[in-house]
């Protein structure tokens, strides 16, 4: 059975923005994730968060349940979910991107194909335009060092090994 794929966007609530923070939730949600058959990648643009998660349908329902039920988001706006699609965004159970830390011309190609408003990349809200938004960011996920040690390695592709 293909997997689904579900995106949202939602503000970061005070405190949750700390380098700290983010290297937690990056490394607990790699590790729940890789249980569940997930990947995903979750950007921070200034307070704005934007993720894309791909995985067992009935899996990232509930996690969509238990992200919207967390204190650390507020305004959680589900932007689409698709049934049986192909995964695109399988290099990571998860990864994070926080567009504030990427060197000045990854920042530039951003910030040119996406309105800025004071320093920060506006996330869109279009559903066409923030897959094209969490494309980009995949695309330089693949050059930026990750921040923090999580699983090289998706489960996907681990169930896949496993059964060969």
């Not at 058959?37 to 791909?54: D, N, P, R």
């Not at 995985?55 to 988001?73: N, Q, S, V, Y």
């Not at 969490?134 to 930026?144: F, W």
Request: net charge neutral; with cysteine.
């Amino acid at each position: 059975m293909k997997p689904s794929r579900l995106i949202y966007r939602s503000l970061a609530t005070e405190g949750v923005v700390s380098n700290e923070a983010l290297r937690d939730i990056e490394s607990k949600a790699s590790a729940n994730n890789s249980t569940k058959g997930i990947t995903g990648l979750l950007v921070l643009s200034g307070k704005t968060f934007a993720q894309v998660l791909e995985g067992p349908a009935l899996d990232l329902t509930e996690l969509f349940g238990r992200i919207m039920a967390d204190k650390r988001h507020r305004q959680v706006q589900l932007v689409s979910f698709e049934s049986g699609v192909e995964r695109v965004f399988d290099d990571w159970n998860m990864r994070l991107v926080d567009l504030y830390d990427l060197p000045g011309d990854q920042r530039a190609l951003m910030a040119a194909k996406y309105p800025a408003k004071g320093g920060d990349i506006s996330v869109p809200s279009e559903t066409h335009l923030i897959h094209a938004f969490m494309l980009d960011a995949k695309y330089i996920c693949r050059s930026v060092p990750n921040r923090a040690p999580v699983e090289a390695q998706p489960a996907a592709d681990k169930q896949q090994q496993s059964a060969s």
